[in-house]
């Protein structure tokens, strides 16, 4: 069964650091475009990151920039995302994307707050 499972979010203060992860299983993450994206209550979801698969290019939304970093580790079949100076407008659900045409796999989400 092909699967993204998320993990690590959870509530953090502002100013303090979180790591996500997304396991994948029934597929290799290395063959497909990794991205993380989110959804804060009433906007619309919003790409933060992502990984090329081809030659280990990076995109960062300008919210995001300097402070998120995403990374893969192909031993383990998982991606992460480190966020640090976290800010409750980071506050959103997260999910984790595998893209190779035409096919894109979606995790089911990590709940992330910040508190200020």
């Known amino acids: 069964e092909v699967q993204l499972v998320e993990s690590g979010g959870g509530l953090v203060q502002a100013g303090g650091s979180l790591r996500l992860s997304c396991a994948a299983s029934?597929?290799?993450?290395?063959?497909?475009?990794i991205g993380w994206f989110r959804q804060a209550p009433g906007k619309e979801r919003e790409g933060v990151s992502c990984?090329?698969?081809?030659?280990?290019?990076?995109y960062y939304a300008d919210s995001v920039k300097d402070r998120f970093t995403i990374s893969q580790d192909n031993a383990k079949n998982t991606v992460f995302l480190q966020m640090n100076s976290l800010k409750p407008e980071d506050t959103a659900v997260y999910y984790c994307?595998?893209?190779?045409?035409?096919?894109?796999?979606w995790g089911q989400g990590t709940q992330v707050t910040v508190s200020s």
């Open positions: 990984l090329s698969s081809s030659d280990g290019s990076t």
């Open positions: 029934g597929f290799t993450l290395d063959d497909y475009e």
């Open positions: 994307t595998a893209k190779r045409w035409p096919t894109t796999y």
